[in-house]
C-alpha cells in the first residue's frame, strides 16, 4: 500500500502563511487531494489534484506537488483556519486509496 | 443540491455485522462512484471501499475480507456491510461521492457514530 506522511501539526500566527507537507514516493505522479476538518464536522475539500480550487475554497488556499512531497499552503492564516488537514491519493495501479495521517493547524 | 445521510444503529454487538446505509438526496446516484470512509475516536481517516453505480466495487485490503458495499439504484441507496466487527471498528463513518474515478471526494454525509460493545 502506499504511505502518505504528514506533520502532526503546525502552528501558525494570524496573518502569516501556513506550510503543510504530504510526502510520499514519486507523489508527483500523482494527484492529491486536500481536505479541511473542524472539530466535530465532516472533512471538507478545498484543494483537488494538486493545485485546483473547489468553488467555496478560498484564493488563499493553493496546493502544489513536485518531487516526494505535496504541499498546502494557506496565505493570511484566520483564526477560521484552525483545523485537521488531510492529504489524499488514490494509487491506481493497485486501486487503493491512501490519507495521510492529518496535520493539525493551530493558529496562536 | 446533493446532500448524502448515513443511517443505522449506533450500537453494535462484538462479533455481529454492522450494517450502514446512505442515502443521496437532490441528485441521482449514476454515474458516480461512492464511498465509506471511517474515522476512529480522535484517529485520522480510513478508506473502506468503493462503489461503481453499476456495482463494481474496490476495498481497502485490510478490510477486504470483512467488508461488502452495495448499491441500490432504485432507492438511491448504498450500503455498507462489516462483519465480525471488534472494538477496533468503532468510529464515526462517512459516506461520500467521487465524480470521476480517482478524484477527490467532493460531498461527504455528517458521519454516523458506530460504537463495537457488549
Given at each position: 500500500?502506499?504511505?502518505?506522511?504528514?506533520?502532526?501539526?503546525?502552528?501558525?500566527?494570524?496573518?502569516?502563511?501556513?506550510?503543510?507537507?504530504?510526502?510520499?514516493?514519486?507523489?508527483?505522479?500523482?494527484?492529491?487531494?486536500?481536505?479541511?476538518?473542524?472539530?466535530?464536522?465532516?472533512?471538507?475539500?478545498?484543494?483537488?489534484?494538486?493545485?485546483?480550487?473547489?468553488?467555496?475554497?478560498?484564493?488563499?488556499?493553493?496546493?502544489?506537488?513536485?518531487?516526494?512531497?505535496?504541499?498546502?499552503?494557506?496565505?493570511?492564516?484566520?483564526?477560521?483556519?484552525?483545523?485537521?488537514?488531510?492529504?489524499?491519493?488514490?494509487?491506481?495501479?493497485?486501486?487503493?486509496?491512501?490519507?495521510?495521517?492529518?496535520?493539525?493547524l493551530?493558529?496562536? | 443540491?446533493?446532500?448524502?445521510q448515513?443511517?443505522?444503529?449506533?450500537?453494535?454487538?462484538?462479533?455481529?455485522?454492522?450494517?450502514?446505509?446512505?442515502?443521496?438526496?437532490?441528485?441521482?446516484?449514476?454515474?458516480?462512484?461512492?464511498?465509506?470512509?471511517r474515522?476512529?475516536?480522535?484517529k485520522?481517516?480510513?478508506?473502506?471501499?468503493?462503489?461503481?453505480?453499476?456495482?463494481?466495487?474496490?476495498?481497502?485490503?485490510?478490510?477486504?475480507?470483512?467488508?461488502?458495499?452495495?448499491?441500490?439504484?432504485?432507492?438511491?441507496?448504498?450500503?455498507?456491510?462489516?462483519?465480525s466487527?471488534?472494538?477496533?471498528?468503532?468510529?464515526?463513518?462517512?459516506?461520500a461521492?467521487v465524480?470521476?474515478?480517482?478524484?477527490?471526494?467532493?460531498?461527504?454525509?455528517?458521519?454516523t457514530?458506530?460504537?463495537?460493545?457488549?
Amino acid at each position: 500500500s502506499y504511505v502518505l506522511t504528514q506533520p502532526p501539526s503546525v502552528s501558525v500566527a494570524p496573518g502569516e502563511t501556513a506550510t503543510i507537507t504530504c510526502g510520499g514516493n514519486k507523489i508527483a505522479s500523482r494527484g492529491v487531494h486536500w481536505y479541511q476538518q473542524r472539530p466535530g464536522q465532516a472533512p471538507v475539500l478545498v484543494v483537488h489534484n494538486d493545485s485546483d480550487r473547489p468553488s467555496g475554497t478560498p484564493e488563499r488556499f493553493s496546493g502544489s506537488n513536485s518531487g516526494d512531497t505535496a504541499t498546502l499552503t494557506i496565505n493570511r492564516v484566520e483564526a477560521g483556519d484552525e483545523a485537521d488537514y488531510y492529504c489524499q491519493v488514490w494509487d491506481s495501479s493497485s486501486d487503493f486509496l491512501a490519507f495521510g495521517g492529518g496535520t493539525k493547524l493551530t493558529v496562536l | 443540491q446533493v446532500q448524502l445521510q448515513e443511517s443505522g444503529p449506533g450500537l453494535v454487538k462484538p462479533s455481529e455485522t454492522l450494517s450502514l446505509t446512505c442515502t443521496v438526496s437532490g441528485g441521482s446516484i449514476s454515474p458516480y462512484y461512492w464511498s465509506w470512509i471511517r474515522q476512529p475516536p480522535g484517529k485520522g481517516l480510513e478508506w473502506i471501499g468503493n462503489i461503481y453505480y453499476i456495482g463494481k466495487t474496490n476495498y481497502n485490503p485490510s478490510l477486504r475480507s470483512r467488508v461488502s458495499i452495495s448499491v441500490d439504484t432504485s432507492k438511491n441507496q448504498f450500503s455498507l456491510k462489516l462483519t465480525s466487527v471488534t472494538a477496533a471498528d468503532t468510529a464515526v463513518y462517512y459516506c461520500a461521492r467521487v465524480p470521476i474515478i480517482h478524484d477527490a471526494f467532493d460531498i461527504w454525509g455528517q458521519g454516523t457514530m458506530v460504537n463495537v460493545s457488549a
